[in-house]
């Protein structure tokens, strides 16, 4: 199985006409933030492939949308969801199963100016809380938890920065200790140098930079 993982800039190698060409055996699509829902929609359009994908802290114009809000009724959301018509899954704070992988989401990043989809570690926390039930199901009925868990910000001091809006959040290593998943995919740091570190396995899980695309190539069992 081969996942294309994207954040946080359009990359020309995706957003061309030789998309077709040179992701023609994808099998998922994970966004892990801060691109535009144009974006995926192209790319959905182009590799007919489902497409998963969070919120960061650009971009979020139709989160509101995604997210019951006072201006959005929760029986509206499904159908302009639908008008909308990108076919991309929102999955922020949810789980998901697709190609015998389950996924988790948990969008935003660290607060720091108050911003929308942005959360101190106890908020974070308290969203990671939201996923027990499923998670505890997971492991009951497939065996485990969760795959792949993507995100938006870093784990805390896994490819994270030291500024307040680049640090990474406690609860995802939390989370990953306690319900091991395959993968965690983020975005949010940007990568500049080739030589800046993009894996990074922290116990039993890869941590994986999505910045402009990264392809995992996985085995079921690996």
């Not at 720091?112 to 039930?133: C, H, R, S, W």
């Not at 680049?166 to 990953?176: D, E, I, N, Q, T």
């Amino acid at each position: 199985m081969k996942i294309l993982c994207i954040s946080d800039h359009i990359d020309p190698l995706v957003y061309s006409h030789g998309i077709k060409e040179r992701f023609s055996d994808i099998d998922i699509i994970l966004c892990a933030g801060d691109l535009p829902l144009y974006y995926l929609d192209f790319i959905i359009s182009n590799l007919n492939k489902p497409l998963f994908f969070v919120f960061g802290n650009h971009h979020i114009n139709d989160l509101k949308y995604y997210k019951k809000t006072e201006d959005i009724p929760i029986d509206l959301v499904q159908d302009i969801q639908n008008y909308m018509g990108c076919g991309a899954v929102h999955l922020g704070t949810r789980i998901k199963k697709e190609e015998n992988f389950i996924l988790a989401g948990l969008g935003g990043c660290k607060r720091y100016n108050n911003g929308y989809n942005q959360y101190t570690d106890f908020q974070m926390y308290m969203e990671a809380v939201k996923l027990i039930p499923r998670l505890l199901w997971n492991r009951i009925i497939h065996g485990r938890y969760v795959d792949v868990l993507l995100t938006h910000a870093p784990p805390k001091d896994i490819h994270d920065k030291c500024d307040l809006c680049h640090s990474g959040f406690k609860a995802f290593l939390w989370f990953m200790k306690t319900f091991r998943p395959r993968y965690l995919v983020h975005g949010h740091i940007h990568l500049y140098d080739m030589s800046d570190e993009r894996c990074t396995k922290w116990e039993n899980t890869m941590v994986i930079n999505a910045y402009n695309h990264y392809v995992i190539e996985t085995a079921p069992g690996d």
